[in-house]
């Protein structure tokens, strides 16, 4: 395998958001980002309700993780079009216009869930550092893109609790902390193929579990980091020379 080439890989940035969309995520910690619609959105979509539903011949299958969810995997992933979908969206910049920061690509996974009376995964940032112990997550946080594939079966269907402006203080207390997270103000986050999720990973939020949704809801998840983090994605070398590569062009 090649070594990855990081020291040319800065471009200067074009401005493929608006100052709004910067102060939202700067104050908020997260920002919803329109998709365009082009052919291979449409064939990513597809090829993201044909894995959910089991219409896809390949080597990787569904694992249970957590209970009500399976992730897809082995991870890393060989197609190209997960990764083709990101440039052809021009999402590669639209971060780093946001941020204001060069972002490289981690890793990525997909999960789905199935409905299920208790949340898997209930409000918790996922980097924190409650009484001064030991730091759960990367530091500084990470950014992730997260596309809840949208079901053409049924409306949309809320996903995501999210609380604004959390990653902006911090209980040193973990059950002061979420109590301050359900008190506060909360935005859903409905399934889409209009718009995906960017989000500080710091942010406190809330998986939703809807006893009335059809089947199980899919979701991909995009980890950026800066270039000294990439180490902390071991056994994505390829994935993240891949993206590197292409970014540069």
Known sequence: MNSIDLT?????????????????????????????????????FQKCNDINNNKVSDNYKWSEIYKSTEDYGPKPF???????????????????????Q?????????????PHKRSYMRWHRDTH?????????????????????????????????????????FNNNKYLDIVNAMIRPKVKIKSSDTSCLFINSMIQH??????????????????????SQLKQFSGNEDLQEDYIRRKNR
């Open 8 to 44: 040319n890989s800065r471009k200067k940035l074009s401005s493929y958001v608006n100052i709004e969309e910067r102060s939202n995520f700067f104050i908020n910690g997260f920002v919803k980002i329109d998709l365009e619609e082009t052919i291979k959105k449409k064939l990513f």
């Open 78 to 100: 060989k197609d190209k079009l997960f990764i083709d979908f990101l440039f052809d969206q021009n999402l590669h910049r639209k971060i780093e216009d946001i941020t204001g």
């Open 102 to 114: 060069e972002l490289f690509l981690g890793d990525f996974a997909i999960r789905r869930t199935f």
């Open 129 to 169: 550092f409650y009484k001064n112990k030991k730091i759960i997550g990367r530091i500084p946080p990470i950014n992730k893109l997260i596309i809840y594939v949208h079901n053409k079966d049924q409306n949309p269907t809320d996903q995501l609790l999210v609380s604004p402006k959390s990653h902006l203080r």
């Open 206 to 227: 809330s998986v939703v579990q809807n006893l009335k949704q059809k089947g199980a809801s899919m979701r991909l998840f995009y980890n950026f980091c800066l270039k």
